[in-house]
């Protein structure tokens, strides 16, 4: 026990005997967060239209939300007098915040960026903001999530060699200064773990050189960065195929900002744990639902009259309250309701595939359920399937 | 009895012996209201924002739906196969739907209107749309209510003496329309309640003619209509002065589109029992509240830093769960959240406003207490006090 005050650890209860999935407990100061689990984003401190109650009603266990967005508006010092993030946003149970890095690359206009950190214009009065490793440490302190992230470079290509090495090494220089700088504010017995981040962009060589560098710090996560943006869903894949399995099995495994049922398949199959991404709230807030037939526009005139529920398998309350003639209704009259709605159901959906996933794990059926729940979902010609999980794969050829 | 078979009965359990206010229940098919009651507006088949869980959650009890929009909009005979409006909106709660009079006099541009009815433009596509004292029944028997009110013609300027002459004889006229057309659809047998509404402006003599009128059939339930428009609050409170205690007492009073707090206090002391208004959603998504210490808005900059709750007396899920900052930061960053929040607690507000009055008159101290109440929340100089019923007034100045 190197570390015996720490509020953190994970248990990894079922591991599949064909894949890389395991279910497990990661213990928090909040309560423990049953994996694989989906994170529900919170960007400014609120899922958009869904109170914590609905939330903990869904299933959902742990929030993210986003540090670049708070510090901006309304401030980190705000939030700690309002009780931190927790009092904050009325949820008690565990809460995620990135570190502002991904944002910072993606939205800002950028001021200058180098080896001490990255100067922005603030997108709400124009200000200069700058952040730095041990800025962001402390930005997130004052927010008071159970886990922190560490600041990375996010690179904007990840199929530019030059680009990418030069964030990945900066990436680890800066978690060098995060670890030293979480320490100094209290460390993990403070209630707040940090977990570092891989980068390395599409390049396998780049991705396991990152998780070396990045597991050579005892923290209690560690996370798969720099997957949501670039070149799509193949280099995302392999991504994750090369630094997941190679990221320590007590730890949990994060992959940032992934996605869509068919990602959470094949990131679990290769050992992921905890997953976050806008998809659910922001598709339903443009009428788009995940259902157990695919993905549905409720706008489309052929739901005018239909009077059974949006997904007959499903059991959210946007399913057993309502038909999809209604929700269509409020789709095209622009209602509040049908972007409340349909993400509820969004997030029921996810929530209830990774509850799933846990299932299966439990009844050691995962490897074979895995395959079955592609060839259901997708189309048996789904490119999911060429990149399952050997084993799994192997047992579909049986 | 006279209609042996009708689900619609009104108690009036107890009265109060200083003023006109009494505390009944309203059987209607899908339950009883306990009132005086207020009922959320849902327009479009909707609350804004705010799921029937949740209204039901607030001690919500019947809702109100518009005829007007739900006619353009998905159409009547779309709500009628989704279920009628208990299934269309899920909500299994008793249900009022307006004429679509109001809105064709007051959002519409007018094409014709004679003495069998209205000739308006479709706000949606610009079709000429007609409506009639039967077809206003007819499409309000397809949607299903509880109660359907009679179609009526709402005088734009309640001090014309001209105009609301004619508005209120074609309402008479309209009435027995109405009434014909209700019987032979089945009536209240079927049930589906007619309501009839007096008119009559700002002119005692023309509301009590109009009471008169409109009592001459006997219905399960009688309105006050025309209040919520022209001149404001004096010739408002004057008309339910005259009209309300002018209504048979063993039948519930509906004031129509009113109002605010202070409104309630009036019209309950002038023995009115039920009441809708778009004022808790509308102020709600406008970050406007009600409170026990005033009208706040939100948006203002001294609540950045408040870890209050909203009204700290109040005990709805905005006020136990959340900030004054965090609602502000809410309203600042234009996140749905502040709307839904906004509109739950003014809803709980007005709930517990007419629960409170339900509670004094049973317990016999409703006279005494709405001048208190009147003193606590408006200034002792408020013109509140000047309309109160007399009997309270008087023990006021003991």
Chains 1, 2 share one sequence.
């Not at 899922?47 to 540090?67: C, D, F, H």
């Not at 903001?129 to 996010?154: N, S, W, Y």
């Not at 959470?264 to 339903?284: K, Y």
């Not at 259902?291 to 499903?314: F, I």
């Amino acid at each position: 026990m190197s570390e015996p005050t720490s509020p953190f650890h994970f248990e990894a209860l079922h591991t599949c005997p064909d894949t890389g999935a395991r279910a497990g407990r990661f213990h928090t100061p909040h309560g423990i967060v049953e994996t694989p689990a989906f994170m529900p984003v919170g960007t400014r401190g609120t899922v958009k239209g869904i109170p914590p109650w609905e939330l903990r009603e869904l299933g959902s266990q742990m929030l993210l939300a986003n540090t670049y967005h708070l510090h901006l508006r309304p401030g980190e010092d705000v939030v700690a007098e309002l009780g931190g993030l927790h009092g904050f946003m009325g949820w008690d149970g565990p809460i995620l915040t990135d570190s502002g890095g991904y944002q910072v690359f993606s939205l800002s206009e950028i001021r200058r960026i180098d080896e001490d950190g990255v100067s922005f214009k603030s997108v709400v009065d124009g200000d200069r903001i700058r952040l730095t490793p041990e800025r962001a440490v402390e930005v997130q302190t004052k927010l008071g999530a159970d886990v922190i992230m560490a600041f990375d470079h996010c690179p904007s290509n990840p199929l530019d060699r030059d680009e990418v090495e030069t964030a990945t090494r900066r990436t680890h220089d800066w978690l060098a200064r995060c670890v030293r700088r979480h320490r100094e504010l209290g460390g993990e017995e403070r209630g707040q773990a940090l977990f570092g981040i891989v980068q390395g962009g599409a390049f396998e060589e780049l991705r396991l050189r990152s998780v070396e560098a990045i597991t050579s710090h005892d923290l209690a996560g560690y996370a798969v960065g720099g997957v949501s943006v670039g070149e799509g869903r193949e280099s995302m894949r392999r991504a994750v195929e090369v630094a997941a399995p190679a990221l320590p099995a007590e730890k949990p495994r994060y992959l940032m900002g992934i996605g869509t049922p068919e990602d959470f398949l094949h990131a679990v199959g290769h050992g992921c744990d905890l997953f976050d991404c806008v998809t659910p709230t922001r598709h339903g807030r443009t009428h788009q639902a995940f259902t157990s037939y695919g993905r549905v526009n409720l706008r489309n005139a052929k739901w005018e009259r239909d009077a059974e529920p949006l997904d007959p398998t499903c059991g959210c309350r946007t399913c057993t309250h309502f038909s999809r003639g209604y929700l269509r209704h409020l789709c095209k009259t622009g209602e509040m309701l049908a972007g409340i709605l349909l993400s509820l159901h969004n997030l029921h959906y996810f929530n209830e595939l990774l509850a799933e996933m846990r299932r299966q794990l439990a009844a050691g059926t995962f490897g074979a359920w895995s395959v079955k729940y592609g060839v259901r979902h997708f189309s048996s010609a789904s490119p999911l399937l060429e990149v399952l999980p050997r084993v799994a794969k192997e047992k579909k050829s049986d």
